[in-house]
C-alpha cells in the first residue's frame, strides 16, 4: 500500500471477458458467468478493505438481450441465487445496494429480491454497490431527458440533469477498469464517465483477485487527473 499516493472515490468496472475464460477452459458460457458472480463478491471485499466509497459494475446491458435465451436466463438465475444466498453477508457487511437500469424488464422474483436487498442496505454506511442490470448510457441520458420534460423545466443546468440520472447522490466514478483487454466503454455511464480515468488489463472478469485489484490501484494512483487545468 505504500506505492499507493491516491485512491479513487468511485470505481465503475465493466466485467468482461467471462465467457472467453469458459472457454479457454473447455467449459460452457455460462460456467464462466457463475466464476463471474464469484468474482463480484471477491471486488466487494476489496473495495471494503481499500475503504472505497463506490463500485459501479456493468453486470447486464441493454444490448445483451441480443445473446441466446439460455444465456440471458442464465445470467440472471445465477445473479438471483447470489442475492437471496448473499443478502444476510451483505447486510452484515455494511453494503448499501443501490441499481442503475429498467428492471422492469426483468422477471418479478428478481425485481423483488433486489427490491428486498435495495430496502434491507438503505440505512448501511458502508461500501454501496451500484448494479448495473438492463442499463445503458445513451438509455440512461434519454430517461432523464424524458423525466425534465415531464417536470416541464423549460432549461436545465448540468446539475439539473445529473439529479435525474440513476446515479443521483452519487460522485462521478473516477476509475473505471474493462477487463479482457477490450478498450470501450460500450455504453457505460457515459454522462458520468467525462473525467473518469480509463484502464484495460488483459485478464478476463473470472480471474479478478486482491493481487489484480491492488494493481489497478497503483495504476490509478500513476495518473494525473487535471479537469482542464494544466
Known amino acids: 500500500m505504500k506505492k499507493l499516493s491516491k485512491l479513487p472515490r ?54 445483451n438481450w441480443k445473446r441466446s435465451k439460455q444465456e440471458v436466463d442464465g445470467i440472471f438465475e445465477i445473479l438471483k441465487n447470489l442475492i437471496n444466498e448473499k443478502g444476510d453477508s451483505f447486510v452484515e457487511n455494511g453494503f448499501v445496494l443501490r441499481v442503475m437500469g429498467d428492471v422492469s424488464k426483468l422477471d418479478l422474483e428478481l425485481q423483488a429480491s433486489i427490491k428486498n436487498l435495495i430496502e434491507r442496505t438503505k440505512k448501511n454506511r458502508g461500501v454501496v454497490f451500484n448494479l448495473g442490470l438492463n442499463y445503458g448510457g445513451r438509455a440512461e441520458i434519454v430517461r432523464a431527458t424524458n423525466l425534465a420534460l415531464e417536470k416541464n423545466l423549460k432549461t436545465v443546468s448540468e446539475k439539473d440533469f445529473e439529479e435525474l440520472l440513476y446515479t443521483n447522490g452519487l460522485p462521478d466514478p473516477d476509475f473505471i477498469i474493462r477487463t479482457s483487454g477490450e478498450m470501450r466503454l460500450s455504453n457505460f455511464m457515459l454522462w458520468q464517465a467525462a473525467y473518469s480515468e480509463l484502464y484495460f488489463p488483459k485478464f478476463f472478469w473470472p480471474s479478478f483477485n486482491e493481487r489484480k485489484f491492488v494493481k489497478c490501484l497503483i495504476e490509478y494512483s500513476k495518473r494525473n487527473r487535471r479537469f482542464g487545468n494544466v
Open 10 to 63: 468511485h470505481i465503475g468496472v465493466i466485467l468482461d471477458g467471462n465467457g472467453r475464460w469458459a472457454k479457454k477452459r473447455g467449459l460452457e458460457r455460462l460456467s464462466g458467468h457463475e466464476e463471474g458472480a464469484k468474482a463480484i463478491e471477491r471486488l466487494l471485499s476489496c473495495a471494503k478493505k481499500y475503504h472505497i466509497e463506490v463500485i459501479s459494475v456493468f453486470a447486464f446491458s441493454t444490448e
